[in-house]
């Protein structure tokens, strides 16, 4: 098979045919931002306004399918400075948007509200009434005309941080080349890291966690600084539109406070147990001691099963069928109409991903290499191209929100479902181990790693809020409180990279970001609980949540399908599945080790 056939990549044609419609678009877009500056000054007449939202939220598409499509080519083919010229020239243009249009909240504003609240009764604005209750909500933290171009102006520079941080860590950062048990010299890249931790020679994931603390300690001062300013920056801004913290900015269009916040935080410190018997039975497992933070991600059981595609394809459909068959016909739709660019290739993004417009069915990039993994990977981002896809489906454009955790909750479900599964089809104890062990090692990323994140971040932002220094040794000093107290005692801390803190991406991509996951991941429990458990409407009532689009508060939305986060029960309920996930890992851990059975390649 040639892994470059065109039904193995995906169709980017949706979002533009080529580099010569490519130009052709974007002058198109230009032209048309020209034309909707003539709107300054007009939004007080309610047909003018409509006409605005209108043009402007299909200017937007166009502009957001351009960028996708330089920014998809460019990943799937990294020499090619073609395209790194276009996703310059598209990024460019999102600029040129925001600051031509900057007039607009600041105009709308000075309308006053009592003039949305009378368009709102309009007949011609019945599919725009959820734009106007955000923007009524909005106008307490909209600037001046002015103040927004200088806004718009400054993020530009700004968002020059995560450049920085991306330049450093994927180019200029060097790691020492390592050696193995066998005495084979290995090279040490940020990309392959992660791989190399999850390799069974100990040696090896000695020698490549040194080679990362090396390097990360070599530029720990220009990295822990250059983190420093970016939180600053967003404290600024987040104070320049008027929010008490960064934090109450990121619950705006929610309805939600930080109780939520607080109660998930605290929640997951409170079940400190969990997390710690996880550790210790993989401790149990691998019979390894002292153990270090470099065995934590070593496989267990690690099958040498390899699955084609087309083979993987279907075991998801299988796992995934419980939702329905239209929703299987969506994952066929997927790969006929090639969303999707399947294989592992030099030159290409590594990872995975699922992007798109609003008005478009997404893409998907993966890296499959039939490896078990890999499976995971499909599930989860077929869960938010079907997510997307149903959104479309029910909801017009301009109400969809993009609320963090309703974003991820598809993706985890589909893994939930996957390991179920996997779980009940594992012909032997030891399969089934394998798959309890990633479970495990799941929840443990999932929620007790994000929170220990999210708390550092937390620390780092409030002390700024004070007007309290941080400082490179402050920020390690804490990094290593939230990641290492957990679990004192179970491991040996010495092998901690006291900046790790410096190289996680969604410090840069979205302030308080990192927790969303948790709260995803509890939300999905929720629904896979019911789904498992046979329970009336289980089905309907998920589908109905992923597909809600944040065109309803998550707090009204949950509890209308019957989950109340503003209860301690919703948590609690959270982790008494978690409890009983790791109960049973650790059962059969015990019950292999007892026989003297556990796969000898782990041990």
């Known amino acids: 098979m040639n892994e470059l056939d065109e039904k193995y990549t995906w169709d980017l044609c949706k979002y533009c045919k ?23 000054g007009k939004l007080n007449q309610p047909s003018k306004l409509l006409k605005f939202w209108e043009k402007s939220q299909k200017l937007e598409l166009e502009a957001d399918s351009l960028y996708i499509y330089a920014h998809a080519n460019l990943d799937t083919n ?29 105009e709308i ?79 040490v890249t940020e990309s392959n ?12 994931r000695k020698n490549a966690n040194e080679s990362s603390r090396n390097a990360y300690e070599k530029y720990s001062y220009t990295m822990a600084n250059n983190l420093i300013y970016h939180m600053k920056y967003n404290n600024t801004l987040a104070k320049i539109y008027k929010f008490d913290t960064l934090l109450d900015s990121t619950f705006q269009g929610t309805k939600m406070t930080r109780v939520v916040y607080d109660n998930i935080v605290n929640s997951t410190i409170n079940h400190n147990n969990i997390l710690r018997d996880i550790v210790k039975t ?53 790969v006929k109409e090639r969303w999707i660019d399947i294989y592992a290739r030099e030159n290409k993004q590594t990872g995975g991903y699922c992007w798109g417009t609003k008005d478009k069915t ?130 040996d801390n010495s092998s901690m990279n006291k900046y790790g803190f410096e190289n996680i991406w969604h410090f840069y991509n979205v302030s308080y970001y990192v927790w969303n996951y948790t709260f995803a991941y509890m939300i999905t429990n929720y629904f896979y609980g019911t789904i498992i458990n046979n329970e009336p409407k289980a089905v309907e009532n998920y589908l109905d949540f992923v597909s809600a689009g944040g065109c309803e508060y998550p707090t009204d939305l949950l509890k209308r399908l019957g989950a109340d986060i503003t209860s301690t029960e919703f948590y609690e ?23 003297n059975n556990v796969n000898e390649k782990t041990l």
Not at 148 to 172: A, P, R, W
Not at 291 to 297: A, G, I, Q, R
Not at 301 to 326: P, W, Y
Not at 574 to 590: E, I, Q
């Open 282 to 334: 993989k401790k149990f497992i691998l019979d390894l001691d002292p153990f270090y933070h470099y065995d934590l991600l070593i496989d267990v059981g690690k099958s040498e099963q390899s699955f084609t595609f087309e083979e993987g394809l279907e075991i998801v459909k299988n796992a995934l069928s419980v939702l329905g068959n239209d929703y299987v016909d969506l994952i066929d739709k997927a």
């Open 573 to 595: 309920s959270a982790f008494n599945t978690y409890r009983k996930t790791v109960d049973d890992y650790m059962a059969l851990a015990k019950e292999l080790k007892d026989k």
């Open 193 to 204: 890291l992660q791989s190399l931790m999850r390799n069974p020679d100990r040696v090896l």
């Open 109 to 187: 504003k000075a309308l006053g509200n009592d003039y949305l609240k009378t368009i709102y009764k309009l007949p011609e604005f019945k599919d725009w009434k959820r734009t106007i209750e955000f923007t009524i909500e909005e106008n307490e933290h909209v600037l001046s005309e002015n103040e927004e171009k200088l806004v718009s102006q400054m993020q530009g520079i700004c968002h020059g941080f995560k450049s920085i941080n991306e330049v450093c860590f994927n180019s200029d950062i060097k790691f020492d080349d390592i050696l193995d048990s066998n005495g084979k010299l290995l090279r």
């Open 362 to 491: 997404a893409i998907i990039l993966l890296n499959w290499t039939g490896k078990k993994d890999d499976l995971f990977t499909l599930a989860h981002e077929l869960g938010h191209a079907i997510q997307a896809y149903l959104n479309k489906q029910r909801h017009n454009i301009q109400d969809m929100r993009g609320y963090i955790f309703l974003l991820e909750t598809a993706s985890t479900m589909n893994e939930l479902l996957l390991s179920n599964y996997l779980y009940k089809n594992a012909k032997t104890k030891h399969e089934k181990l394998e798959i309890l062990d990633k479970k495990c090692i799941d929840i443990l990323g999932t929620v007790f790693r994000q929170i220990e994140y999210s708390r550092f971040e937390d620390y780092c932002y409030t002390s700024l809020e004070k007007g309290e220094p941080l400082t490179r040794d402050k920020m390690a000093e804490k990094w290593c409180e939230f990641r290492c107290v957990p679990c004192e005692g179970i491991i």
């Open 18 to 40: 080529d580099n010569n419609e490519f130009d052709v678009k974007l002058k198109n877009v230009k032209q048309e931002l020209i034309y909707l500056t003539t709107f300054k």
């Open 78 to 106: 990294f020499n090619n400075q073609k395209f790194a010229e276009l996703v310059q020239r598209a990024s460019d243009l999102n600029t040129e948007i925001s600051f031509e249009l900057s007039f607009v909240s600041s």
